[in-house]
Each structure stands twice: as structure tokens, then as C-alpha cells.
């Protein structure tokens, strides 16, 4: 049963509540906010109901509404913003040491309130945190790559990993650029949209690093090892047989700095539509 109470000391009935939930489970027809209850499991537990009340009245899944942030006043301007999304530049040098844990954990945890279909809320966040691992990592994907690449087994679009095999063997790091950290976003095929899902919630992750201070670097190369040459280090990451995963990122503490914006206004490819 959802838990939804309503403080009827502060409740104005507004009907905003009623007006705003996606599958319409609220009414108002007692004279106070209440769950329908015949249709109350088909509860999203999306909490708008708790966002969008003005009086702050309604709980909803035992949350307290003085608890979640206020956004009067608080957002950030739109010219912040817009020069996070333009500054932010994909790294390749990274200094060795590690981020804290707590600064990821909280990274993290905003990053788990990024939309998902359904809101499904499936997202599988694994990240390598110790130098240590991250070197197996990087030496079990080059290991399954030269496997590959010497029994001639990489269909042609992935022939490149020859050139990155390589430049591995003459001490260069294409893949991984040697960052301290990785992170991998997975969910269940049978989610309704298991590959949206983590692509947002990894993007939502690059840019809230990026305003940290840390440096991200999208990296399709893992993506393509780990899926065709060795998926056994995916299982071995503890990520379950059944999830798909999305492009992973490598982040660390950057070793360049970048000074200005790139100029991309006029790569905006806009199509207009009137019916």
C-alpha cells in the first residue's frame, strides 16, 4: 500500500496534486487530496504529488516534504549553465591521484535522480575507485583484445583495435587514457528503457563532474572491448547477465585546464516543424 498523507492544517486544496499525477491516482472528490484506491498500485512513486504541492502538505512513500529542497530562488542562472554545457570538454590527461570517495558517493547520488522511463529507477552504477583495479581492468581488456586481434576473431568495423593494440605495446593508453577512475551505467534489458536510461543518467554524471572540477572522457573504445572481446570482465565487475550497458566514462582529476569556450553555434542543426 502507497503511503500518501495529506496535512489537512496546511493543505489549501489546490488540486495541484490531483492535476499533476501521471496516471491520475489522486482525487479530490472527499474534499481532500486522497488516493483512489482501486488504482493506488499503479503508483509511479514518481513523488510529484510531494514536489508540486505549494503548502508542502502532502507525504508521499513516508518522505517529509521539509525535507526535499526548496527550488525558490535557488537555480542557477541560465548563463551559468549554458557555459557549463559549452566549457565542458572531453579530458585525455589526468593527474594519478584518486578522487575521494565521498565526492563520487555524492556525485552519485545526485546523479540517481536523473530521469528514467517509467521512472524505473533501474540503474546499475558500477565504478572502479583503486588504482589497483583499475590496472587489472585496463590489463584484462588489453589481454582479451591481443587474444582477439592474434586469432583473427574482430569483424571488420572493430580492425582498429590493431592500431590500439599497438600503441598499448609501446606504452600508450588509447583506451583508458590512464584515468584513475571508471564508470559503467547498466540496466536490465526488460526495463522499457534500459540504454535511455543510462545514457542519461551519464550524462547527467559528466556534467556535475565536469562542475566539480574533474574531467570526463566518454569512452566508446571500453564499450566495444568489453562487449566483443571480453565480456567475461563485465561479469566479473559484478554487473548482472541480463543488462545492457551504455557507453562507459573514465573521470579523474584533470592534468590540462582548459581557458575558453569552443565556438559550435553554428553547428546547431535545427528542423522546424509546423503541421
Known amino acids: 500500500m502507497v503511503s500518501f498523507v495529506v496535512d489537512r492544517d496546511m493543505c489549501t486544496r489546490c488540486g495541484e496534486c490531483v492535476k499533476d499525477c501521471p496516471v491520475q491516482i489522486i482525487s479530490l472528490e472527499s474534499g481532500w487530496p486522497a488516493l483512489v484506491m482501486e488504482r493506488a498500485d499503479q503508483c509511479l512513486e514518481c513523488q510529484h504529488c510531494l514536489a508540486v504541492c505549494p503548502a508542502g502538505a502532502v507525504s508521499v512513500l513516508g518522505r517529509n516534504p521539509a525535507a526535499s529542497q526548496s527550488l525558490a530562488g535557488a537555480l542557477p542562472a541560465m548563463e551559468v549553465l549554458e557555459t557549463l554545457v559549452k566549457g565542458r570538454r572531453s579530458v585525455r590527461r589526468f593527474q ?160 590540462v585546464r582548459f581557458h575558453r569556450t569552443v565556438q559550435r553555434d553554428a553547428d546547431l542543426k535545427l528542423n522546424r516543424v509546423v503541421w
Request: with cysteine; proline share 8%.
Open 96 to 255: 594519478p591521484e584518486a578522487v575521494p570517495s565521498e565526492t563520487i558517493r555524492r556525485l552519485l547520488t545526485v546523479t540517481a535522480h536523473a530521469p528514467t522511463g517509467k521512472n524505473h529507477r533501474g540503474v546499475l552504477f558500477t565504478v572502479v575507485e583503486d588504482g589497483a583495479t583499475m590496472e587489472r581492468l585496463r590489463q584484462g581488456v588489453m589481454e582479451a583484445i591481443r587474444e582477439a586481434v592474434e586469432q583473427e576473431r574482430l569483424p571488420p568495423r572493430l580492425d582498429f583495435f590493431a592500431g590500439i593494440l599497438k600503441a598499448w605495446d609501446k606504452g600508450r593508453d588509447i583506451i583508458f587514457r590512464r584515468a584513475p577512475h571508471l564508470l559503467i551505467a547498466s540496466a536490465s534489458r526488460n526495463a522499457p528503457t534500459p540504454v535511455a536510461d543510462c545514457l542519461i543518467a551519464l550524462s547527467t554524471f559528466d556534467l556535475l563532474a565536469t562542475n566539480a572540477g574533474l574531467g570526463t572522457l566518454w569512452v566508446g573504445f571500453a564499450h566495444a572491448a568489453l562487449g566483443h572481446c571480453a565480456p567475461h570482465l563485465v561479469r566479473q565487475l559484478g554487473i548482472p547477465d541480463d543488462h545492457e550497458l551504455a557507453c562507459p566514462l573514465v573521470f579523474g582529476v584533470p592534468a
